[in-house]
């Protein structure tokens, strides 16, 4: 069956059909006219069936057309016709291969060919012959003794899938590599029992434990991980969540699977309503654990913070007590020394905490704390060759940190004043250990002047002495011994170190 080219073609073969049959009649034998009009008959058929198929043809959106078993276009329907740029009827009853030489040879073609010779109808996408970087889906089956064609241009889906695919694959790397959280989606039936994990990405198994492909086989393998004291109130959040159709935030803590460690998790889930009345939850997951840690951690220095202020102002009244303690009433002459004496212990306690800020309050190295109270003697003599330190590299806590500060700023100050370091030939060596005993383990601490003047005991006990003897004993638990030996100071500090 050859199909009309134009669809409105169809009506002038009615006519024509009409026009041949009057004639037919009025020419031919009463015996023959059976015959000649059961022929009229089934042209007037052939000719409504294909009026009506070339009006499907031209609704039917995609591009079509037909051709013959002489590679010859029978049919193109208008959207081909606008697809080509090129009028119909110039194409009509032309071979394809004439009127696009440029497939020779391409898979397109080939395909045809196939179709052709095995009578099986073909699904197939390809490059537009002639139009580079289009892209076509063709349905090519066997039609009337040769093939038809009907395809259209999906260039624009195609980039869009494409785009899709790739937007999909970076989303899923930076899923499956974020170095703290994991993103996963789940379902829930519309009475919220019935629960599947759609997707969770591959950091699961880094963040608790458990491989995520058997996260998704069984959701309750997370669950359980969740420490009981926590699972009523997530419960009651995703509920509530659920009702409002809002995003809900809740911290918890999990066991993590492979250590047996608790550890902290906050989740962020945002509900979606499907048409069918269930629910996908987004949701992404973030090991918190760090940050908690943080939080504690500057809570308690707070705390220590707050204590510590306390302390420093009783210190500070200590100080200016003391320092100010022998002026007489009236008198300003020892004003002057009085208030240089006040003035380079607040500075001693400030360096300590210079050391104790550094170090976010966690602790102090010892080095660090003698480095600093023998910072301002060190021009006393060359490279500092007076001041000798020894001992193994010590990490103590603020409180023994700023005590030492402050009990070294008195023993150096009274080493220039009357000591050691007053004289020339003078030297001071300081050196400490830790001890084990059955209380824990402790720090022994030396102090020794020699080359210094002859040393007496004093009369009376001055605030320095009172200070490191009694003041740092009291305050590090533990016992400190300031002896005058002729040769010069000792003293000896031994002090547990927890």
């Known amino acids: 069956m050859s199909m009309p080219s134009p669809a409105l073609a169809a009506s002038d073969d009615v006519e024509q059909l009409a026009g041949d049959l009057i004639a037919s009649i009025s020419s031919t034998a009463r015996g023959a006219l059976d015959g000649a009009l059961q022929q009229a008959l089934a042209r007037s058929i052939e000719a409504k069936v294909a009026a009506r198929l070339a009006v499907v043809l031209e609704g039917i959106g995609d591009a079509f057309y037909s051709l013959d078993a002489d590679w010859r276009f029978s049919y193109i329907n208008r959207a081909?016709?606008?697809?080509?740029?090129?009028?119909r009827q110039t194409m009509l009853r032309r071979m394809i291969w004439d009127v696009f030489p440029a497939s020779e040879g391409t898979d397109l073609r080939r395909r045809y060919e196939e179709v052709f010779a095995s009578g099986q109808p073909l699904a197939f996408e390809a490059e537009a012959v002639g139009r580079q970087g289009r892209y076509l889906e063709f349905h090519v089956f066997p039609y009337d003794g040769g093939i038809g064609v009907s395809f259209r241009d999906w260039t624009e889906r195609r980039q869009a899938e494409e785009e899709l695919r790739a937007s999909e694959a970076r989303l899923s790397a930076l899923a499956n590599n974020a170095p703290a959280c994991m993103f996963y989606q789940t379902s829930h039936s519309p009475d919220f029992h019935d629960r599947r994990v759609l997707y969770v990405s591959k950091t699961c198994e880094r963040l608790t434990g458990i491989p995520a492909h058997e996260v998704q086989a069984n959701p309750g393998l997370l669950y359980n991980l969740v420490l009981p004291e926590f699972r009523q109130r997530i419960l009651e959040?995703?509920?509530?969540?659920?009702?409002?159709?809002?995003?809900?935030?809740?911290?918890?803590?999990?066991?993590?699977?492979?250590?047996?460690?608790?550890?902290?998790?906050?989740?962020?889930?945002?509900?979606?309503?499907?048409?069918?009345?269930?629910?996908?939850?987004?949701?992404?997951?973030?090991?918190i654990t760090e940050h908690k840690r943080s939080e504690e951690h500057l809570l308690l220095l707070l705390n220590e913070l707050n204590h510590r202020v306390k302390n420093t102002?009783?210190?500070?009244?200590?100080?200016?007590?003391?320092?100010?303690?022998?002026?007489?009433?009236?008198?300003?002459?020892?004003?002057?020394?009085?208030?240089?004496?006040?003035?380079?212990?607040?500075?001693?306690?400030?360096?300590?905490?210079?050391?104790?800020?550094?170090?976010?309050?966690?602790?102090?190295?010892?080095?660090?704390?003698?480095?600093?109270?023998?910072?301002?003697?060190?021009?006393?003599?060359?490279?500092?060759?007076?001041l000798m330190v020894d001992g193994p590299d010590l990490r103590v806590p603020p409180p023994m940190a700023l005590s030492l500060s402050m009990a070294l700023h008195e023993l150096c100050t009274n080493a220039v004043k009357y000591g050691a370091l007053g004289s020339c030939e003078g030297e001071v060596h300081i050196s400490w250990s830790t001890l084990k005993s059955a209380s824990g383990e402790r720090l022994v601490m030396r102090w020794e002047e020699r080359g210094g003047p002859i040393v007496t005991t004093p009369a009376r006990k001055g605030f320095?002495?009172?200070?490191?003897?009694?003041?740092?004993?009291?305050?590090?638990?533990?016992?400190?011994?300031?002896?005058y030996e002729p040769f010069g100071v000792v003293c000896t500090v031994d002090v547990p170190l927890s």
């Open 80 to 87: 081909a016709e606008a697809y080509f740029g090129v009028p």
């Open 237 to 287: 959040r995703e509920l509530e969540a659920h009702r409002e159709l809002k995003e809900f935030a809740s911290e918890f803590q999990m066991w993590h699977a492979k250590t047996g460690e608790p550890r902290w998790y906050r989740i962020i889930v945002t509900p979606r309503r499907l048409e069918n009345g269930g629910t996908v939850w987004d949701g992404i997951q973030i090991d």
């Open 313 to 386: 102002l009783a210190t500070v009244q200590s100080l200016a007590a003391q320092s100010f303690r022998g002026i007489r009433t009236g008198s300003l002459e020892d004003l002057p020394s009085a208030y240089a004496s006040f003035e380079a212990r607040l500075f001693a306690l400030a360096r300590g905490h210079d050391i104790l800020t550094r170090e976010n309050w966690e602790g102090a190295s010892i080095s660090d704390i003698i480095a600093q109270a023998f910072a301002p003697y060190r021009d006393l003599s060359g490279e500092g060759g007076r």
């Open 464 to 483: 320095g002495s009172r200070l490191i003897q009694e003041g740092l004993a009291r305050e590090l638990n533990g016992e400190v011994r300031l002896i």
